[in-house]
């Protein structure tokens, strides 16, 4: 029953750190582009008939001025805007050959999207005024695009086709390389991507860096965007931080249950063997009084003592180890970064519940070989 209760407590140690140690893998991920101070306002038009659509550059140019604004762009969808935000993937399809299997993710954004969001910049250049005005072939690829379809190749002015729902394909032309970044979820492989020239700001989202805390700011932003730009309204705004976190809320509260749960697997097979060995020294006293009388070590008394618990606790571990290999992969959906058979996974619960029978055995073993033997030998 003891080998039983420790497996039972290290199986739930070993998937419970598998997703603690996988939430923690992934808010470390690097995002490739920094979101400490940075607010999103969610821009709509106003109702009017008839009003030709804003692309959002005296929006930009205003905010931009402003002393406390570090950085102002658009984006068409949220940056980390999770699992519910759709992400166009064209079919594209290079000079001379056949259409690309891999299809890259497609995000329109405007000038300056880049260093507003603090983008390491590889080559090229960002996209001109004139380019976001009309419908320009300009285009900027993410290294991955780059390594992807131009191997040992300069991407600068090398042109593509995009197929999409037109019959006809739309020739683009790559004018700037940035570094990956993982736009939509941080789940997300860094896989080929290309940003276009946003051309409307309605619809689209607002990305601010500001100087300072964003959150004390959002409401005086709102002011100046709506000032700045009276044929749009502003329908919410977000911290980006609070964006990601959102994101993310489906592993955070895992971890919460997981790193729970732990503790209740410690403390049961810690009060487990405790109670146990206790037991067994209590029941031997007479025994042990001899042993010390006939000059028995009190370290002697304390190894025998231990060595009963220990092949529980062996035999336990190798239990719970191979049923949490078993259950793991009912796991593989939730984890990041993470294998069940990596050292440091397997490592983590026998750490533990070998702290924990530490713990629970050498107090009463220590008790026991404290004892005087007149008092023991007269035990009943």
Known sequence: MLAAQVGFSVAVLFLSGL??????????????FAHDNVVLFDLAPRAREGRPPDSGAKLLEHLRHLPAVQGASLSRQRPIGGAWVWIMTPIIRLPGRANETVRPAESPVSEGFFRAMQVRWIAGRDFL?????????????????????????????????????????????VVGVVANIRFNNPREPEGPSIYTPLHEAAGATLNIRTASNAA?????????????????????????????????????????????????????????????????????????????????????????????????????????????????????????????????????????????????????AIRAASADPLVALRYE
């Open 216 to 364: 004390s700011l959002v409401p005086w932003l709102r002011k100046e965007i709506e000032t700045a730009a009276p044929a749009l309204t502003v329908r919410g705004s977000i911290l980006l931080a609070s964006q990601i976190d959102n994101t993310l809320i489906a592993e955070r509260l895992l971890a919460l249950l997981a790193g729970f749960f732990s503790v209740v697997a410690l403390l049961l097979a810690g009060v487990g063997l405790y109670g146990v060995v206790n037991y067994a020294a209590v029941r031997r006293t007479r025994e042990i009084g001899i042993r010390i009388a006939l000059g028995s070590g009190r370290g002697a008394v304390v190894r025998l003592i231990v060595s009963s618990a220990t092949m529980p606790v062996i035999a336990g571990i190798a239990v719970g180890i191979a049923a949490g290999l078993g259950l793991a992969r009912y796991l593989a959906a939730q984890l990041f970064g993470v294998e069940p058979a990596d050292f440091q996974s397997l490592a983590a619960p026998v750490a533990c519940i070998l702290i924990a029978a530490v713990a629970a055995v050498l107090p009463p």
């Open 19 to 32: 997703l603690l140690l996988s939430f923690r893998r992934l808010i470390a991920v690097d995002l490739g």
């Open 129 to 173: 005024p004139e380019e976001i005005a009309t419908h320009s072939p300009a285009v900027i690829v993410n290294q991955a695009f780059a390594d992807k379809f131009y191997p040992a190749q300069n991407p600068i002015g090398q042109t593509f086709d995009k197929l999409g729902d037109d019959p006809e394909p739309i020739p683009q032309q």
